[in-house]
């Protein structure tokens, strides 16, 4: 139950979200209307279709992606020619002469002359297919969920109460807005201009959903404006939860481990049991390890794959503890769950464990099992777990080292009955891409190369789904980046054909990465970088020289520039010399 009710808050939270002003103005179109003929109609057509879209995006295929697509720009082109019917009802004759009579109807109506049952539904099945991309991190939670453990029954309820929640929402808006225009009406006489207005706003809505600023700069603006609103609210649920679990705890529900009530006992909540660790499908540094075998001691479970930067950024400190803490009773266990393709490959992690000299076991998670045991949804993600097998702490993302080390030295004490231990925190020196970000300089954000995920692509050749294209670099605003050469854009990455090729990204960070591999061929490639049409020189990463130059000999994150100095607007391009090479994504730092 709780669950439902997050996902209807979130839904209802998505209204101060500005990723949803395209998709307004349709809204409120519907706004003086009898609400029972005009809107009430709307507010299932766009739960339905939410949810059922949603539902096939969990299913993680490539066609339900295409599909949703497919419904996107079909939805597009209804609303706009609403918007155009908002502006002249001639031109509505005009458009609808060639329909049927019903066709007339629902489109005359639609246009806010009647109200009609049949046109409301229509407007709320093309806002649900719209409202899909728009949703926030809740919304990915679910569907991150859903698509691990499979489409069921459970997956469909959870999206439409978070769809219920937004038409909530939406309704309320909408009855607030219509009081409002019915003023306007009564004391100025603009009906029709305010017919026309929305005629106006409703084009510019489908102008800013086919130049894909829903997704883009407003997605970004949405997630930065109602993350914190969101992770509030779990936070609060996901307490009251955790209290009443350590209320049980403390009324002897969960087990001790030799039967005996320890001297020091931590006010840490407990926030569920220890899941088991079966399903990988390797162990790394390790025997395969079990909760049983665990009992007795304190285990920090770490849920990493090797090319995230995030990921990267957090394995210092999981070192540290693990090093620091060994002789204490601490077992770290990484728990290796892949993003891409090539994070399947167990040669691939095992290179990268030794790569970043880790030296505590690793569970290979190509399936998933332990990820969906935790119920878990992010990388990185850390699950604290006390010496009687209960998680008494979590934390996702990069951060808050110093409260993730004080809940360790917490639980090692409790497990040892005493507040004996070593105070200090540890200070890891992290270097090239595992150093610490320049959050307050930070103007980028991640951006994917493969069609699947991509955004802010503008060479003017358009995306060729898996198939050659030859592709060009025009002038770029901030955050874009161009293709330039014969590329095959494929799901997750695109592919270079012929050597020569090359990307140019329009940046504002102190560092920059991208995720690179040398192809299905496996030959080393040669690439040659530049910084505003010239060296980077002291501006260099840790994988290339000060010339730039650098060679892609496996799939991984590659550090390419690091700012020295001012972080200011950069234009980066990377050219390849030798063909076959891979791009999956681009990071920031």
Same mark, same amino acid.
């Given at each position: 139950?709780?669950?439902?009710?997050?996902?209807?808050?979130? *839904?209802?939270?998505?209204?101060?979200?500005?990723?949803?002003?395209?998709?307004?103005?349709?809204?409120?179109?519907?706004?003086?209307?009898?609400?029972?003929?005009?809107?009430?109609?709307?507010?299932?057509?766009?739960?339905?279709?939410?949810?059922?879209?949603?539902?096939?995006?969990?299913?993680?295929?490539?066609?339900?992606?295409?599909?949703?697509?497919?419904?996107?720009?079909?939805?597009?082109?209804?609303?706009?020619?609403?918007?155009?019917?908002?502006?002249?009802?001639?031109?509505?004759?005009?458009?609808?002469?060639?329909?049927?009579?019903?066709?007339?109807?629902?489109?005359?109506?639609?246009?806010?002359?009647?109200?009609?049952?049949?046109?409301?539904?229509?407007?709320?099945?093309?806002?649900?297919?719209?409202?899909?991309?728009?949703?926030?991190?809740?919304?990915?939670?679910?569907?991150?969920?859903?698509?691990?453990?499979?489409?069921?029954?459970?997956?469909?309820?959870?999206?439409?109460?978070?769809?219920?929640?937004?038409?909530?929402?939406?309704?309320?808006?909408?009855?607030?807005?219509?009081?409002?225009?019915? @003023?306007?009406?009564?004391?100025?006489?603009?009906?029709?201009?305010?017919?026309?207005?929305?005629?106006?706003?409703?084009?510019?809505?489908?102008? @800013?959903?086919?130049?894909?600023?829903?997704?883009?700069?407003?997605?970004?603006?949405?997630?930065?404006? $109602? $993350?914190?609103?969101?992770?509030?609210?779990?936070?609060?649920?996901?307490?009251?939860?955790?209290?009443?679990?350590?209320?049980?705890?403390?009324?002897?529900?969960?087990?001790?481990?030799?039967?005996?009530?320890?001297?020091?006992?931590?006010?840490?909540?407990?926030? *569920?049991?220890?899941?088991?660790?079966?399903?990988?499908?390797?162990?790394?540094?390790?025997?395969?390890?079990?909760?049983?075998?665990?009992?007795?001691?304190?285990?920090?479970?770490?849920?990493?794959?090797?090319?995230?930067?995030?990921?990267?950024?957090?394995?210092?400190?999981?070192?540290?503890?693990?090093?620091?803490?060994?002789?204490?009773?601490?077992?770290?266990?990484?728990?290796?769950?892949?993003?891409?393709?090539?994070?399947?490959?167990?040669?691939?992690?095992?290179?990268?464990?030794?790569?970043?000299?880790?030296?505590?076991?690793?569970?290979?998670?190509?399936?998933?099992?332990?990820?969906?045991?935790?119920?878990?949804?992010?990388?990185?993600?850390?699950?604290?777990?006390?010496?009687?097998?209960?998680?008494?702490?979590?934390?996702?993302?990069?951060?808050?080292?110093?409260?993730?080390?004080?809940?360790?030295?917490?639980?090692?004490?409790?497990?040892?009955?005493?507040?004996? $231990?070593?105070?200090?925190?540890?200070?890891?020196?992290?270097?090239?891409?595992?150093?610490?970000?320049?959050?307050?300089?930070?103007?980028? *954000?991640?951006?994917?190369?493969?069609?699947?995920?991509?955004?802010?692509?503008?060479?003017?050749?358009?995306?060729?789904?898996?198939?050659?294209?030859?592709?060009?670099?025009?002038?770029?605003?901030?955050?874009?980046?161009?293709?330039?050469?014969?590329?095959?854009?494929?799901?997750?990455? @695109?592919?270079?054909?012929?050597?020569?090729?090359?990307?140019?990204?329009?940046?504002?960070?102190?560092?920059?990465?991208?995720?690179? *591999?040398?192809?299905?061929?496996?030959?080393?490639?040669?690439?040659?970088?530049?910084?505003?049409?010239?060296?980077?020189?002291?501006?260099?990463?840790?994988?290339?020289?000060?010339?730039?130059?650098?060679?892609?000999?496996?799939?991984?994150?590659?550090?390419?520039?690091?700012?020295?100095?001012?972080?200011?607007?950069?234009?980066?391009?990377?050219?390849?010399?030798?063909?076959?090479?891979?791009?999956?994504?681009?990071?920031?730092?």
């Amino acid at each position: 139950m709780i669950l439902f009710t997050i996902a209807f808050f979130a *839904g209802v939270l998505t209204i101060v979200s500005p990723c949803i002003l395209p998709v307004l103005p349709f809204v409120f179109s519907r706004a003086g209307q009898p609400f029972a003929r005009s809107v009430l109609p709307m507010l299932p057509g766009k739960v339905v279709t939410f949810a059922g879209v949603a539902t096939l995006a969990a299913l993680g295929g490539e066609w339900a992606v295409q599909a949703n697509e497919i419904g996107r720009y079909a939805a597009i082109a209804v609303l706009a020619v609403f918007g155009v019917t908002l502006l002249s009802p001639r031109v509505a004759a005009v458009v609808t002469r060639p329909a049927v009579a019903l066709g007339n109807r629902l489109s005359q109506r639609a246009a806010g002359q009647e109200g009609s049952v049949g046109a409301s539904f229509l407007l709320g099945v093309a806002t649900g297919l719209l409202w899909a991309p728009c949703a926030g991190p809740i919304l990915g939670l679910v569907l991150t969920g859903a698509a691990l453990h499979g489409a069921n029954v459970e997956t469909t309820l959870l999206l439409t109460a978070y769809a219920t929640g937004a038409a909530t929402s939406l309704a309320l808006a909408v009855v607030a807005g219509g009081r409002v225009f019915a @003023a306007m009406k009564r004391s100025l006489g603009i009906g029709e201009r305010l017919r026309q207005g929305l005629g106006v706003a409703v084009l510019a809505g489908v102008a @800013a959903i086919a130049l894909g600023l829903d997704t883009g700069l407003l997605a970004r603006l949405s997630y930065a404006g $109602t $993350t914190n609103l969101e992770q509030s609210l779990l936070d609060r649920l996901r307490g009251n939860s955790a209290a009443r679990a350590e209320a049980m705890a403390s009324n002897g529900v969960a087990p001790a481990t030799n039967g005996a009530r320890n001297a020091y006992q931590s006010n840490l909540p407990v926030e *569920g049991t220890f899941p088991s660790l079966d399903g990988a499908v390797e162990w790394l540094n390790s025997e395969p390890l079990t909760t049983e075998q665990l009992r007795g001691k304190v285990v920090l479970v770490d849920f990493w794959t090797y090319s995230c930067i995030n990921c990267i950024r957090t394995i210092p400190y999981v070192r540290a503890w693990a090093e620091k803490y060994r002789d204490q009773g601490l077992i770290v266990i990484g728990v290796h769950a892949p993003e891409f393709a090539f994070e399947k490959r167990i040669g691939n992690v095992k290179r990268a464990v030794r790569n970043f000299e880790i030296g505590y076991p690793v569970a290979i998670d190509n399936d998933f099992a332990i990820w969906r045991a935790f119920g878990n949804n992010y990388w990185p993600a850390h699950y604290f777990i006390d010496a009687k097998g209960r998680i008494r702490h979590s934390h996702f993302g990069e951060g808050d080292y110093e409260r993730s080390e004080r809940v360790i030295q917490e639980l090692l004490a409790e497990a040892a009955g005493d507040r004996r $231990t070593d105070g200090g925190l540890v200070t890891p020196n992290a270097r090239g891409a595992e150093a610490a970000p320049d959050f307050a300089r930070l103007g980028s *954000g991640e951006d994917y190369i493969g069609y699947m995920r991509t955004s802010n692509f503008v060479s003017p050749e358009g995306i060729g789904v898996d198939e050659a294209r030859d592709y060009t670099v025009e002038e770029l605003r901030l955050n874009q980046w161009g293709l330039a050469g014969n590329w095959t854009m494929g799901a997750e990455q @695109a592919t270079l054909n012929r050597a020569g090729g090359g990307i140019t990204y329009r940046f504002s960070a102190r560092d920059l990465h991208l995720v690179l *591999g040398p192809g299905a061929s496996g030959r080393k490639v040669r690439f040659q970088v530049k910084l505003d049409g010239v060296a980077p020189g002291a501006d260099h990463g840790s994988d290339i020289d000060a010339d730039g130059n650098g060679t892609v000999a496996e799939t991984r994150l590659y550090q390419l520039i690091r700012q020295s100095g001012d972080v200011r607007e950069r234009t980066f391009e990377i050219r390849f010399l030798d063909p076959d090479v891979e791009a999956f994504v681009f990071t920031f730092g």
